[in-house]
């Protein structure tokens, strides 16, 4: 029993340090680049998005406010009080529904560290999420519209609490930055190891062609159970990239993994929250319903293509 036990430690420690030689990098200058865009670019990002009001780009500024989300390293809990403050300025909903979906699914930091899964997968998530991002906006528009009412209701928002200004108030900016690259290892480390772990624990005690029968051969029903299960698992961006790598080495594929990149972040239990907020329950329901339809087809359209 206890040389099994080891036998089988000795296995899990083996493919954990390769995973870890793997990714550990990326973690890293992930961490070190959104720590650095939070602390001397966030500002400036965001300001470019109030500039762009007076611009009279019409529905076309949602191409614009997804970009802009997707490069702002804010959680969802601090971009909903900083989609509060545009929305009082004067941007339209359909604008700020881009940026918040551009923001709920990418961010440098993210970027970074899917640059781990290869150039294809990584150009995969960038595309899907900015077109995720545009279609969010443009639908925002048809209902704005159509029925002449705002789409998000901001009133219930305490701008106290979630203001993402109270994390960075020290006046000593690289005390400032310290903090942040501290605070990112203290939120993603965690994940980080466990996502290594769990990776681990795949390549170790699951089969390859488990794998594939789930999520390779049927192509429909894989990317329809990869949707699925992004609503549960997905917990940090980094911690799911080691499994990602790994399901996609034991035969997932490629349209899979990206709906599994799409339904994780879009429906994680700390976004959903932050994203209840400013939907009313209606809203709510269409919105996630809006994710697994937009993960599936984005799913399917990348396997055809792939």
Excluded at 54 to 63: E, R, T
Excluded at 65 to 86: D, E, K, N
Excluded at 251 to 272: D, V, Y
């Amino acid at each position: 029993m206890i040389e099994t036990l080891q036998r089988e430690i000795i296995y899990l420690w083996y493919f954990f340090s390769i995973q870890f030689e793997q990714i550990f990098w990326y973690w890293v200058f992930g961490i070190i680049i959104g720590s650095v865009i939070s602390v001397f670019v966030k500002n400036k990002i965001h300001q470019t998005l109030h500039s762009l009001r007076n611009k009279k780009l019409g529905v076309l500024g949602v191409i614009p406010a997804c970009m802009i989300g997707i490069a702002s390293p804010l959680c969802m809990y601090g971009t909903v009080p900083i989609a509060a403050s545009f929305s009082q300025k004067g941007i339209k909903d359909d604008w700020l529904a881009a940026f918040m979906m551009g923001s709920i699914l990418l961010n440098p930091q993210l970027i970074l560290y899917s640059a781990a899964l290869g150039p294809v997968v990584l150009t995969i998530r960038i595309i899907t999420c900015f077109l995720c991002g545009i279609i969010a906006g443009l639908s925002v528009y048809a209902f704005s519209k159509k029925t002449s009412k705002n789409y998000f209701n901001f009133s219930a928002l305490n701008k106290q609490d979630a203001s993402p200004e109270n994390r960075d108030s020290d006046p000593n900016i690289m005390l400032r930055l310290l903090k942040n690259v501290l605070r990112n290892i203290k939120i993603t480390g965690p994940y980080f190891l466990i996502g290594i772990l769990l990776s681990a624990m795949f390549q170790r005690y699951v089969p390859d062609d488990m794998i594939i029968r789930l999520f390779g051969n049927n192509r429909a029903f894989g990317i329809l159970m990869a949707a699925s299960i992004g609503v549960p698992m997905y917990v940090c961006g980094g911690g799911t990239i080691p499994l990602i790598q790994q399901w996609l080495a034991s035969g997932m594929s490629m349209g899979s993994a990206t709906a599994f990149m799409i339904t994780g972040p879009a429906t994680k239990i700390t976004n959903l929250g932050a994203v209840k907020i400013v939907l009313g329950v209606k809203s709510f329901v269409i919105y996630f319903i809006f994710i697994i339809v937009f993960a599936f087809l984005s799913g399917m359209l990348t396997d055809l293509f792939n």
